[in-house]
């Protein structure tokens, strides 16, 4: 990973492919997260938002420090950003117009959103329309009370992505918490989709108890977990008399 704010494979054959396309002409999206891992619901989101908003580019942003997830050494903490940025490349590998940026990662400590938008557009990364800024239902409860607030909705477009299964009552909830110029572009950018319920932490104890994710979990982001043994995932392997023998923790 470099240190530029986007690591998003940007040479001169990327830069070309994507001029090819016409990428660099349509809005981009930024979807941060902690991503740990990212998975099929991810997935679902972004391709969802991206058809529907006509992205030419799609930014993950994997937070260094979450402000809204447990601390450092607490129960339930991150994992490591290597691991978790070397997971958002593989899953971003095959796509041009995805990318990782490594901006939070790079800055440590707590990562606030409207930093990182300030420090992508000084860089000229996010082009010349307002970015999209991708929500998901499970991050509304708490954006009420996020760094800067005002500011960051003074330079993007939210857009609140219905994956949950009660993410409009959840809107309008914030909404209610919200000046109206503030909870009028929130309304604005609601994009209901069917529901895709995958929760990280379930993911990661299936991973720990050696199960096979399935079609929760991209094979490329899979292939990554298994080679640097994350979560304690060890495949379950089959007995001698055909049972399923867990490689995983026991309990």
């Known amino acids: 990973m470099g240190s530029s704010p986007d690591s998003s494979r940007d ?9 090819a396309r ?3 002409a349509r809005p981009v999206g930024l979807f941060g997260g902690t991503f740990d891992p990212p998975h099929a619901g991810h997935v679902h989101l972004a391709e969802s938002a991206q058809a529907a908003l006509g992205l030419g580019r799609l930014i993950f942003v994997p937070a260094a420090r979450s402000p809204h ?11 490591a950003a290597g691991d978790r940025l070397a997971l958002l490349e593989a899953l971003c590998a095959p796509r041009i117009d995805w990318s990782v ?17 300030e420090t992508l557009l000084a860089a ?47 809107l309008e909830a914030l909404a209610a918490s919200l000046a109206p110029e503030l909870a ?23 991973l720990g108890r050696g199960e096979d994710p399935g079609a929760d ?9 298994r080679a640097r043994s994350l979560y ?12 399923v023998k867990s490689g995983g923790p026991p309990g």
């Not at 040479?11 to 001029?19: I, K, L, N, Y």
């Not at 997830?69 to 994992?79: D, I, L, N, T, Y």
């Not at 304690?232 to 049972?243: D, S, V």
Request: hydrophobic share 35%; net charge negative; aromatic share 4%.
């Open 22 to 24: 016409g990428v660099g």
């Open 69 to 79: 997830k447990p601390a450092p050494g607490a129960p339930g903490e991150a994992s």
């Open 184 to 206: 009028a572009p929130l309304r604005a950018g609601f994009l209901d989709l069917p529901p895709v319920d995958i929760s990280s932490t379930e993911l990661r104890q299936r």
């Open 124 to 170: 000229g990364e996010l082009g010349a329309a307002p970015p999209y800024l991708l929500l998901g239902g499970d991050q509304l409860p708490g954006f009420h009370s996020w760094h800067r607030l005002e500011d960051l909705l003074a330079l993007v477009r939210p857009v609140v992505v219905h994956r949950g299964r009660d993410a409009a009552g959840q």
């Open 232 to 243: 304690g995932f060890k495949p379950r392997e089959a007995t001698p008399q055909g049972e």
């Open 101 to 117: 940026s490594t901006v939070e990662t790079d800055r440590g400590g707590t990562s606030y959103m409207i930093d990182t938008v």
């Open 217 to 225: 979990l991209p094979q490329e982001v899979l292939a990554v977990v």
């Open 11 to 19: 040479g001169t054959a990327d830069s070309e492919a994507r001029a």
